[in-house]
C-alpha cells in the first residue's frame, strides 16, 4: 500500500508582501490562485496546502506547527522572539530587491541628534517589542507604545517624540516632513520553518525545494541572457569584455568565419555594454529575460 504524503502547509504573507511573493511563486513555477476573501489559496501543488496570514503574525503560526513553512520579514521573527528554523533569505519587497530598514525618525526641526536625547520621550512604533529591547540594551529609558497605523503623523501631530518605522528608500520618511537619527536595522523576507516540519524528511525536501527555485526566480530579475554573432578575427576582444556568469559558450556558424557567442550578464550592465559590444565587431545581439538562475 501506498504512503499517503503529507500536504506541506504554507503560509503567504498578507498586505504589502502578498502580491509581490505570488508573482515571486508564480516565476519559480506555482500558481497561486486567491480566490477573493478567502484565507486559503489554491496552488497547482498537490503536495502544498497554503494559507494566507499577516507576515507579523507568521513566525508566531510557524512555531506553533499550526503552519509548517511561510515567509515572513526577519523584523517579525525578530519582533515575536520566535523560534524557528531559518530556511533561506529572500531579498524581495512589494517594489524591489533590497533589505528595508527600520528607522528611528524625528521632525525635521526636533532637538534630537542621538540615541541619548531620546531619554525619557515617548516613541510610537509597530515593531514595539523589538524597540524595547533595543534601547534597553543601550541603557536608555524611554516609554514605546504600539502605532496602529499612520506612524509617521503621530510624531508629526505631537502624539510622541519620535518613531521607529521601516522603509526602504527614506522618500516617505521625509514627504512627512522628518529627518532620520539611525537605523536600528535591516530586513529581509526568509523562508522559515517549524522544527518538527523540518525534521520529517519529505517537508524538509518539499521546503528545499520551494527555496531553491524562489532564491533563483529572484536571481533571474537581476540577470538576462545575451546571445550574438561575433566574426573569427573579433571573438577575443568580445569575450575579454564579457562580465558573463561563467565562460560564454562559443559556437561555430555553419560553413562561416563566425561565431554564435552566448552567456548571462547582470541586466544593470546591458545599456553599456551592447554598444562597446557593436563597436568591437558584435552583430545581430539579442537580450532575452531569465525565469530562474541556479
Request: glycine share 6%; proline share 4%; hydrophobic share 40%.
Amino acid at each position: 500500500m501506498n504512503k499517503v504524503k503529507q500536504k506541506l502547509k504554507l503560509g503567504i504573507p498578507k498586505g504589502s508582501l502578498q502580491d509581490a511573493t505570488i508573482a515571486l511563486f508564480k516565476r519559480s513555477g506555482w500558481k497561486i490562485d486567491i480566490n477573493g476573501r478567502s484565507y486559503f489559496p489554491e496552488i497547482n501543488d498537490d503536495t502544498i496546502e497554503c494559507a494566507i496570514c499577516r507576515a507579523q503574525e507568521m513566525s508566531r503560526y510557524v512555531e506553533s506547527g499550526t503552519m509548517d513553512a511561510g515567509l515572513t520579514g526577519k523584523d517579525w521573527i525578530s519582533e515575536n522572539e520566535s523560534d524557528v528554523q531559518v530556511v533561506e533569505d529572500l531579498v524581495y519587497s512589494k517594489v524591489s530587491q533590497r533589505p528595508a530598514r527600520w528607522v528611528l525618525a524625528v521632525p525635521y526641526d526636533s532637538p534630537v541628534e542621538r540615541l541619548e536625547d531620546l531619554a525619557g520621550k515617548k516613541i510610537a512604533t509597530e515593531l514595539v517589542n523589538f524597540t524595547k529591547r533595543y534601547f534597553q540594551d543601550r541603557g536608555i529609558d524611554v516609554k514605546v507604545e504600539f502605532s496602529w497605523g499612520a506612524t509617521e503623523a503621530k510624531v508629526v501631530s505631537g502624539l510622541a517624540d519620535a518613531i521607529v518605522e521601516v522603509t526602504e528608500t527614506g522618500s516617505t520618511i521625509k514627504a512627512h516632513g522628518l529627518k532620520i537619527v539611525k537605523e536600528l536595522l535591516q530586513t529581509n523576507t526568509q523562508l522559515i520553518a517549524n522544527h518538527v516540519a523540518w525534521a520529517d524528511f519529505e517537508k524538509q525536501e518539499k521546503i528545499k525545494q520551494i527555496a531553491l527555485l524562489l532564491k533563483g526566480a529572484l536571481q533571474a530579475e537581476k540577470m538576462v541572457g545575451l546571445k550574438m554573432n561575433v566574426p573569427k578575427e573579433k571573438l577575443e576582444e568580445v569575450v575579454e569584455i564579457l562580465p558573463s556568469l561563467n565562460a560564454p559558450t562559443v559556437s561555430p556558424l555553419y560553413q562561416l568565419d563566425w561565431f554564435a557567442v552566448e552567456t548571462v550578464v547582470a541586466s544593470s550592465v546591458m545599456r553599456d555594454l551592447i554598444p562597446e559590444l557593436l563597436k568591437t565587431g558584435a552583430e545581430g545581439i539579442i537580450e532575452y529575460p531569465l525565469n530562474k538562475v541556479i
